[in-house]
């Protein structure tokens, strides 16, 4: 007997709700539809549902995107690295807690090498004709970040080789929930041809009809709810040998128009109503300048240098995406200003180092690069501004008004993405220091709330 198993999934969603009515009525209506036929039919999501730059997810904590997992039908997640790093440990222990599906991680441990309780590093699961799958998840290994939130991470193709050695001989088909990439799912498919699909996120490719590495299936279902992925598995059930696979993306600007036409605005709306406490009042209100210095980015720069001690900081203008109000100031215009995911670093560096850092910041390019990933969600660099900072007229530098002695070591306060290397190299081999969990944008709050007047009682 020929048996097709129809798995569904979705991949880095990154809290962008504008298709998930249509995502949400294709699930729930193919589920549905297969299981009235006698086919088994499994919902899959490969992680970064949660990103907290949408107003919905921050005032939730994650938890309303949970919701609407549960909602959708859900079978098994995985997690990927904007729910394991962007959230305090206790806040990411309670996320799934009122979940109706598995979450699957095999490589995230507590410090003492235990498992969290909140997660399985697999799952077995079985088909109506009593086919057994083995599901192993793993994410992309950001071991300072988790390191520094109170997390063990582990390298997740070894820990995905050591499971399928456990389940080959328990299951007839295996597959992965992978957050680790395009390039370690290739890998992963060479060094373990037991493995029957992966299905991919965190790199964002899109495979419309899936790769084949050996016997080895790779999906991919793009970003942002632009896809969803359908993968068809025809097994034989009788011999437990797989017959076909097949993979297939469907375009969300294609699937059924829902009536949920201003679904996203409403989640906006509920974020703004949970965030709408006002923490402090603002006399005057200040705009954001992108290509030049101003009154924000100055009081931003200042919250930096207090938060660290640091000796001079360095961020970009493009962070602000919007400005701050007159008035009383609430926790959603904070978020609506830096809603990244960015976390702050010290990092050390000699003076010469800095020296260099500062003369290619001074590049004419730099301020109109549109950059994309790095945790910015904004859409170009903008100016580079440094505080506590600057050339004198013969061209030294000088930090308090002091020269920079070239082999002295200096902090320097910035943004974590600028410590991966793409703009300064020197950041990525520096020593260095993330603050977590705090984001820039609780940094800012923090010192205005300090440095402003209480909010208005009125």
């Given at each position: 007997?020929?048996?097709?198993?129809?798995?569904?999934?979705?991949?880095?969603?990154?809290?962008?709700?504008q298709?998930?009515?249509?995502?949400?009525?294709?699930l729930n209506?193919?589920?549905q539809?297969?299981?009235?036929?006698?086919?088994?039919?499994?919902?899959?999501?490969?992680?970064?549902?949660v990103d907290?730059?949408?107003?919905?997810?921050?005032?939730?904590?994650?938890k309303?995107?949970?919701?609407?997992?549960?909602?959708?039908?859900?079978?098994l997640?995985t997690?990927?690295?904007?729910?394991?790093?962007?959230?305090?440990k206790?806040r990411?222990?309670e996320?799934?807690?009122?979940?109706?599906?598995?979450?699957?991680?095999?490589?995230?441990?507590?410090?003492?090498?235990?498992?969290?309780?909140?997660?399985?590093p697999?799952?077995?699961i079985?088909?109506k004709?009593g086919?057994?799958?083995?599901?192993?998840?793993?994410?992309?290994?950001?071991?300072?970040?988790?390191?520094?939130?109170?997390w063990?991470?582990t390298?997740?193709?070894?820990?995905?080789?050591?499971?399928?050695?456990l389940?080959?001989?328990?299951?007839?088909?295996?597959?992965?929930?992978?957050?680790?990439?395009i390039?370690?799912?290739?890998q992963?498919?060479e060094?373990?041809p037991?493995?029957?699909?992966i299905?991919g996120?965190?790199?964002?490719?899109v495979?419309?009809e899936?790769?084949q590495?050996?016997?080895?299936?790779?999906?991919?279902a793009?970003?942002?709810?632009?896809?969803?992925g359908?993968?068809?598995?025809?097994?034989?059930?009788?011999?437990k040998?797989?017959?076909?696979?097949?993979?297939?993306?469907?375009?969300?600007?294609e699937?059924?128009?829902?009536?949920?036409?201003?679904?996203?605005?409403?989640?906006?709306?509920?974020?703004?109503?949970?965030?709408?406490?006002?923490?402090f009042?603002?006399?005057t209100?200040?705009?954001?300048?992108w290509?030049?210095?101003?009154?924000l980015?100055?009081?931003?720069?200042?919250?930096?240098?207090?938060?660290?001690?640091?000796?001079?900081?360095?961020?970009?203008?493009g962070?602000f995406l919007d400005g701050?109000?007159?008035?009383?100031v609430?926790?959603?215009?904070?978020?609506?200003?830096?809603?990244?995911p960015i976390n702050?670093?010290?990092?050390?560096?000699?003076?010469?180092?800095?020296?260099?850092?500062?003369l290619?910041?001074?590049?004419?390019?730099?301020?109109a690069?549109?950059?994309?990933?790095?945790?910015?969600?904004?859409?170009v660099?903008g100016?580079?501004?440094?505080?506590?900072?600057k050339?004198?007229?013969?061209?030294r530098l000088?930090?308090s008004?002091?020269?920079?002695?070239?082999?002295?070591e200096?902090r320097?306060?910035?943004l974590?993405?600028?410590?991966?290397g793409f703009?300064?190299?020197?950041f990525?081999?520096?020593?260095?220091?993330?603050?977590?969990?705090?984001?820039?944008?609780?940094?800012?709050a923090?010192?205005?709330?300090?440095?402003?007047?209480?909010?208005?009682?009125q």
């Amino acid at each position: 007997m020929i048996e097709t198993i129809h798995f569904y999934h979705t991949n880095d969603l990154h809290s962008h709700f504008q298709h998930w009515p249509k995502i949400r009525h294709l699930l729930n209506v193919r589920k549905q539809w297969h299981e009235e036929e006698g086919e088994s039919c499994f919902l899959l999501d490969i992680g970064d549902h949660v990103d907290r730059s949408h107003p919905f997810t921050e005032g939730t904590f994650g938890k309303g995107n949970v919701q609407l997992l549960n909602e959708a039908g859900y079978d098994l997640v995985t997690i990927g690295n904007n729910e394991g790093i962007t959230m305090h440990k206790d806040r990411l222990s309670e996320l799934y807690e009122q979940a109706n599906f598995d979450v699957i991680v095999c490589n995230l441990y507590e410090k003492d090498g235990s498992r969290p309780a909140w997660l399985k590093p697999y799952e077995i699961i079985e088909t109506k004709t009593g086919v057994k799958i083995g599901v192993i998840g793993a994410t992309a290994a950001f071991t300072p970040f988790y390191e520094r939130l109170g997390w063990t991470i582990t390298p997740g193709r070894e820990e995905i080789r050591k499971q399928v050695h456990l389940l080959k001989d328990q299951t007839d088909l295996i597959i992965i929930l992978s957050h680790l990439g395009i390039h370690e799912d290739e890998q992963l498919a060479e060094e373990c041809p037991d493995i029957d699909v992966i299905f991919g996120a965190h790199t964002h490719h899109v495979l419309h009809e899936g790769k084949q590495v050996g016997d080895t299936l790779l999906t991919g279902a793009g970003k942002f709810g632009q896809y969803v992925g359908h993968v068809m598995v025809e097994l034989d059930s009788d011999q437990k040998t797989i017959v076909d696979k097949k993979a297939i993306l469907y375009d969300a600007n294609e699937l059924d128009e829902s009536s949920d036409q201003n679904y996203d605005d409403e989640l906006i709306n509920k974020g703004h109503e949970l965030l709408k406490k006002p923490l402090f009042y603002n006399g005057t209100a200040m705009k954001k300048e992108w290509f030049s210095n101003s009154k924000l980015s100055s009081l931003f720069g200042q919250s930096l240098l207090d938060c660290t001690g640091a000796d001079c900081a360095l961020f970009n203008a493009g962070i602000f995406l919007d400005g701050l109000p007159e008035g009383n100031v609430t926790a959603f215009d904070i978020h609506q200003t830096l809603p990244h995911p960015i976390n702050l670093t010290v990092v050390e560096l000699t003076g010469a180092e800095l020296k260099e850092a500062y003369l290619q910041s001074l590049n004419a390019d730099w301020p109109a690069i549109e950059i994309k990933g790095l945790g910015f969600r904004g859409s170009v660099m903008g100016k580079l501004i440094w505080c506590n900072m600057k050339l004198d007229e013969e061209k030294r530098l000088l930090i308090s008004g002091e020269h920079v002695d070239p082999q002295k070591e200096y902090r320097l306060a910035t943004l974590d993405m600028f410590t991966f290397g793409f703009f300064f190299p020197s950041f990525q081999r520096a020593p260095k220091i993330y603050y977590m969990p705090e984001f820039i944008r609780d940094i800012f709050a923090d010192y205005l709330i300090k440095t402003k007047p209480e909010p208005s009682k009125q």
